[in-house]
T-cell receptor, first 115, second 112 residues
Framework: GAGVSQSPRYKVTKRGQDVALRCDPI?????LYWYRQALGQGPEFLTY????????KSGLPNDRFSAERPEGSISTLTIQRTEQRDSAMYRC?????????????FGPGTRLTVL | QKEVEQDPGPLSVPEGAIVSLNCTYS??????FMWYRQYSRKGPELLMY??SSGNKEDGRFTAQVDKSSKYISLFIRDSQPSDSATYLC????????????WGLGTSLAVNP
């Protein structure tokens, strides 16, 4: 596709429900990153993948958060038993290759609101 | 102490002004320094990337790195209203850790 896409763009859920956020990276991009961004803050790293392999999940806040990228393309970030503190903008980014200097292209984000 | 410190502003300047945006960092192992621009309701987009100390220029934008002071800057010359956005510094450690460490972002408004 032309850019990184994310769905849904907005998600409102009740506390305790599970949510799944989807990221569709730019075609051919090897690396995929998940970030969380609170209003007025810089992005907070959650996890990233090279192809289908999860390379670093140290930013996931707790075990309610998980991510997968089973075929090395689309990725899903799942939050189980959501809590109000999970409300934030969740952003996905992808980069072409694995070089440290490769540009990360960001998607529009999913705004999650937990009531 | 945070690994990357950035004054969130907001910064408001008249059109045509020179803008200086800054970040400081704590880890001398950091080697890759980036500036991202984020418009309202959009994702960050890469503006400038530098590796070593010194200046790098791209049009009206100049990125400066001073590793001895652990200080990075972004200068915008002849600022335009279209430059109004949040500017985020992001720093990458060397080695296998690909995790970008982000500043809070500085909100800039350029007034016509």
């Amino acid at each position: 596709g032309a850019g990184v896409s994310q769905s849904p763009r907005y998600k409102v859920t009740k506390r305790g429900q599970d949510v799944a956020l989807r990221c569709d990276p730019i075609s051919g991009h090897v690396s995929l990153y998940w970030y969380r961004q609170a209003l007025g803050q810089g992005p907070e790293f959650l996890t990233y993948f090279n192809y289908e392999a999860q390379q670093d999940k140290s930013g996931l806040p707790n075990d309610r958060f998980s991510a997968e990228r089973p075929e090395g393309s689309i990725s899903t970030l799942t939050i189980q038993r959501t809590e109000q503190r999970d409300s934030a903008m969740y952003r996905c980014a992808s980069s072409l290759a694995r070089g440290v200097r490769d540009t990360q292209y960001f998607g529009p984000g999913t705004r999650l609101t937990v009531l | 102490q945070k690994e990357v410190e950035q004054d969130p502003g907001p910064l408001s300047v008249p059109e045509g002004a020179i803008v200086s945006l800054n970040c400081t960092y704590s880890n001398s192992a950091f080697q890759y320094f980036m500036w991202y621009r984020q418009y309202s309701r959009k994702g960050p987009e890469l503006l400038m990337y530098t590796y070593s100390s010194g200046n790098k220029e791209d049009g009206r934008f100049t990125a400066q790195v001073d590793k001895s002071s652990k200080y990075i800057s972004l200068f915008i010359r002849d600022s335009q209203p279209s430059d109004s956005a949040t500017y985020l510094c992001a720093i990458l450690n060397a080695g296998n850790n690909r995790k970008l460490i982000w500043g809070l972002g500085t909100s800039l408004a350029v007034n016509p």
